[in-house]
């Protein structure tokens, strides 16, 4: 499980976001404690288009409203419900306070004069980084087109005592505190903003995609899909629910996507698809060979694949193949 991973060597947790000279001047360059981080990877130019504004699953290119991929019924039947009093949900930093645990900030991305019923993107950022770095993980473009049909996008800071890496999990902890900010922001967007249920997605790169592993394995009631950027698990982490067989987007960057000498994130990658598919998860790896950075532009191909997996779609329109528009790195 990733917290073997984490346990066996501490030299696998040294895990950042490395690329070429980006930085987020424009952005934010300080965390929640005033700390300066870095975060690393670049945004490229993308339509952010979605196949319809509505949220409904359509396959890509059919718009007609049908609900074409939508899983059954009305969602997870077994779904978060909040805790305490949410806040009220605007662009920038946002307290959130679930019972049993400290205030978390969250950095939120979202349009309260859109329409409801889109979808939420929870994005679990590197080490060294920050949560600015959702921008360059998925675009600026793509977030916009999230946001205008209803949805958000929220990336958590790390809690204040959470250790040297940015997540629980990833320190070897037991603590739930970020599985639990993650029901309670889930819980908070529907009755806040009426995101629609069957569209809870998370993405994260490096020690963000670790836990974005961690998360959807210990959530895989609800989560409708997932995209990792070098993350991947060690061992056989547990589902909580196997019998929803979310799907997975798990782009690593080859051979040389390692760290430290000791972890091989494309080893880690393979063997989470491996177990996902034994499960019956629809799942494909994509090898952007350029070792252990953020994927430059890939953010469009994460949010068509997001588009077109809400909660129960079985089987994935992809059984077939993988879109014309997707990166010849992917393969099924």
């Known amino acids: 499980m990733v917290r073997r991973l984490t346990l066996s060597t501490l030299s696998c947790l040294l895990i950042t976001a490395c690329a070429p000279d980006v930085d987020l001047d424009d952005a934010a360059d300080t965390d929640s404690t005033g700390d300066e981080v870095e975060t690393t990877g670049e945004g490229d130019e993308t339509t952010g288009e979605g196949d319809e504004t509505t949220g409904d699953g359509d396959e890509v290119g059919d718009g007609d409203g049908d609900g074409d991929g939508d899983g059954d019924g009305d969602g997870p039947p077994n779904f978060p419900t909040p805790t305490a009093t949410c806040p009220s949900f605007a662009a920038g930093n ?61 990336a958590p800071y790390a809690a204040s005592d959470v250790g040297t890496f940015p997540w629980f999990v990833v320190n070897g902890s037991s603590r739930q505190d970020d599985m639990m900010l993650a029901d309670e922001l889930v819980a908070c967007a529907v009755e806040q903003l009426d995101v629609d249920r069957k ?74 698809f491996n177990q996902l598919i034994g499960n019956g998860n629809f799942a494909f790896l994509c090898d952007h060979g350029g070792a252990h950075t953020l994927p430059v532009g890939m953010g469009d191909d994460v949010w068509e694949f997001f588009q077109d997996h809400p909660f129960g779609t079985e089987p994935s329109p992809y059984e077939s193949g993988l879109p014309a528009t997707f990166p010849s790195s992917c393969a099924l």
């Open 199 to 272: 569209r809870i997605h998370s993405m994260g790169m490096s020690a963000g995609g670790l836990q974005t592993v961690a998360f959807a394995m210990a959530r895989s009631r609800y989560i409708a899909s997932v995209t990792t950027y070098s993350g991947g698990a060690s061992g056989m982490p547990p589902f909580e629910d196997p019998s929803n067989r979310f799907a997975a987007m798990i782009v690593h960057g080859g051979d040389n996507d390692t760290f430290g000498g000791t972890v091989n994130f494309k080893t880690l990658s393979i063997a989470w």
């Open 94 to 154: 946002v307290t959130m306070s679930p019972a049993g645990m400290d205030p978390r900030t969250v950095k939120v991305w979202v349009d309260p004069q859109a329409p409801s019923g889109g979808a939420l993107v929870i994005y679990w950022h590197a080490f060294t980084s920050a949560p600015e770095e959702a921008v360059f993980g998925l675009s600026q473009a793509v977030i916009d087109a999230i946001t205008s049909q209803g949805g958000m996008v929220v």
